[in-house]
């Protein structure tokens, strides 16, 4: 998100994705260490705490980005948020990004 802000829509790009596959991003507001149980890897390590949300996921175009958009909810406004990318048919996350929304 860049900038994220509650209330409004956001959008959330991952780039590097494989063409034509779908991505999910997962929100938190705690970093740490979970697995994801999607695709057919089993589980995908991310590195969000419980609870975490699939804030949404999209398919990836012809150059691999993938654009998703959420809107936040009012009461989430200046609260630090954790972002994580996660391709289920490849088993590959992204980094964390974080943002204050």
Known sequence: P???????????????????????????????????NIGGCGGIPVGLNRPFRLAGKATA???????????????AAGKLFHFQAAEPTSCRTSNVVSDVL
Request: no cysteine; glycine share 20%; aromatic share 2%.
């Open 2 to 36: 860049v900038p994220g802000v509650a209330g409004l829509a956001n959008s959330l790009v991952v780039t590097g994705a494989t063409p034509g596959r779908v991505v999910g991003v997962y929100t938190g507001l705690v970093l740490g260490g979970s697995i994801v």
């Open 61 to 75: 175009n012809g150059a691999g980005i993938a654009t998703i958009v959420v809107t936040a909810p009012l009461n």
